[in-house]
């Protein structure tokens, strides 16, 4: 029919599957749909319960955007901080459902990082375990003069520089 001409209902970026954030900046997460006419947008947590807005900490924009706002780690919360979402939408042309999307809030707060102590004799190699503490664990990066060591969480031979990563503020 002609109606259908104009009537559509699609995602345009679906690749989305992990938002990772620090606690002092917060986050905004778009449902990546379109569609002719006008959509209705819905975030719910995977468990299927659509969520609502808790004023300050979590909020829906109109335009389908999820906020996420930024917070003392004091009122960290796993439900909202550190959990699934996934949007829907829909229209005359009936309605879609995004991919799961993991929503974690990173805490800014001091780490440590210390050395286990090793022994060697002198003009042999000696490697370093190095400890870090466990909240920050997976966002610090191991470089040797500015080149990145690895992808994991434990460095090679040769570590001279700790970098923390990834998290602005």
Request: charged share 15%; glycine share 6%; aromatic share 10%.
């Amino acid at each position: 029919s002609s109606e259908d001409l104009h009537t559509s209902l699609y995602f345009i970026n679906a690749s989305l599957q992990e938002v990772v954030f620090a606690s002092t900046t917060g986050a905004l997460v778009p449902c990546p749909a379109e569609g002719v006419p006008r959509l209705t947008l819905r975030w719910y947590l995977a468990t299927g319960e659509e969520i609502y807005d808790v004023p300050g900490i979590r909020h829906v924009h109109p335009n389908g955007t999820l906020q996420i706002f930024p917070f003392p780690p004091s009122s960290f919360n796993n439900l909202i901080h550190d959990n699934t979402y996934y949007c829907t939408a829909e229209n005359h042309s009936g309605k879609i459902r995004s991919q799961d999307v993991h929503i974690k809030a990173v805490l800014r707060e001091a780490y440590t990082v210390r050395v286990e102590d090793q022994k060697a004799m002198r003009g042999n190699a000696a490697v370093f375990k190095c400890i870090i503490s466990s909240p920050v664990e997976a966002y610090v990066s191991w470089e040797k003069d500015t080149v990145s060591l690895v992808s994991g969480k434990w460095p090679y031979l040769g570590l001279s520089v700790v970098h923390y990563m990834g998290i602005p503020g």
